[in-house]
C-alpha cells in the first residue's frame, strides 16, 4: 500500500521556523522526484520547491526562496523541507508529492499557521 505521510506542522509566530517531514512506504522512493505544495482555501496549490531522486535538483518558488530549504534521505525514504522565517502568508496546508514520470503520488497534508 503506496502511502505519504507528512507531520511537523502546527502554529508558530512570525520569523519562527518549521520542518516538516514526508515520509513514504510502499513504492521505490529513491526513484521518485519529491515536491512540496502550499493550498491556501481558494486557490490552487502551488509548489514551492521540488528535489531530484538523486537530491541533486533542486528548485524553489521565488516565494520562499533564501527561506526554505528542501532535503531527502533516501536510506528513510523522507523528504524534508525546513522552513525559516515564516510569514503569515506561508500560511496553509502542505502536502508532498512524489512524481516519476506519470506515477505520482500526494500525502494527505499537515497545516502550518504563522501567526502572532
Known amino acids: 500500500q503506496v502511502q505519504l505521510v507528512e507531520s511537523g506542522g502546527g502554529l508558530v509566530q512570525p520569523g519562527g521556523s518549521l520542518r516538516l517531514s514526508c515520509t513514504a512506504s510502499?513504492?521505490?522512493?529513491?526513484?521518485?522526484?519529491m515536491q512540496w505544495y502550499h493550498h491556501t482555501p481558494g486557490k490552487e496549490r502551488d509548489m514551492v520547491a521540488g528535489?531530484?531522486?538523486?537530491?541533486?535538483?533542486?528548485l524553489y518558488a521565488d516565494s520562499v526562496k533564501g527561506r526554505f530549504t528542501i532535503s531527502r534521505d533516501n536510506t528513510k525514504n523522507t523528504a524534508y523541507l525546513q522552513m525559516n522565517s515564516l510569514k503569515p502568508e506561508d500560511t496553509g496546508v502542505y502536502y508532498c508529492?512524489?512524481?516519476?514520470?506519470?506515477?505520482?503520488?500526494w500525502g494527505q497534508g499537515t497545516q502550518v499557521t504563522v501567526s502572532s
Open positions: 528535489i531530484g531522486s538523486n537530491g541533486v535538483s533542486i
Open positions: 510502499g513504492f521505490g522512493f529513491n526513484t521518485y522526484a
Open positions: 508529492k512524489a512524481v516519476m514520470g506519470r506515477s505520482e503520488y
